[in-house]
């Protein structure tokens, strides 16, 4: 299949600040592993490029679910090349990860059933045919199946899940921070157990790895001073949320960089690369295969 990646021309950003490094951030994949070994490889390539400075390649998570082959996505990533080229790497954990962690985990019926339910219905079945398991049962019933046939490696995976990450003046992490909180209340925020779902009320889903709200309606930054680069939120659906304000796709403002480019939705696959007082968009873009 052909894939494409398109390299964005550098934006200037006085307000970035990187620690001094390059950080090569890559949105949500959800199952598109052609995608991402392209956009891996073109990130690589201009890695390569530089010279006394260190590289840190970021995945901020929802590598699984909705695509058609997460089961390829979590070989790639696991791979120990995966991060060849790079000083360092880090891939963080999304809400898809979390809820397929539960799902593996569940001890109870009732548990499972409801945590099954909300992975499967959010893209978890996609995820399952990948593994090759979907038709050997259904529902819940599935869970031993793919305890036994994937746990180990999923087990793998899944321990070398980060939360988050804090460079320089950056908060890299899934959905986002509440803006609202000051430095320390943001510690806080960020230290919110990975297993805490969110709840149906209005500001139930305060979670770095579920938030939308207050991050899409905030003006103005962070109090906490940091500059917020994750996944998570579409940007079909930022533009919806934020109206006249929205500064068009993959924007850098003074709060936040969104890098989710609606992946198995859309055919892409957001990335950037952020430098001090700089930064630059990658998009992979390419047809997606049918799903099983």
Known sequence: ???SVTIGEW??????D???EAVFAIGDVHGLSDHLRALRDTLGDEAALLQGVKRR???VGDLIDGGPDSAGVVDLVSQPGWSDGFDASHVLIGNHEILMRLSLAAANAAGLSIVWRAWTGSGGDAALKSFGISEEG??????????ERVGPLLGDFFARLETHLLIGNLAIVHAGIDPSEEAAGMQRFLAKPWDELPRPEPGGDRHWAWIREPLLAWNGPARSGRIVVHGHTPEPKVKKRMGARYPGPHVLNELRLGLDAGSWRTGRLGAAQLENGRYRIFIAEGPVPARG
């Open 1 to 3: 299949m052909s894939v």
């Open 11 to 16: 934006q200037d950003a006085p307000q970035l």
């Open 18 to 20: 990187s620690g001094g």
């Open 57 to 59: 390649l970021v995945q």
């Open 138 to 147: 259904e529902g819940e019933d599935l869970q031993p199946l793919l305890c």
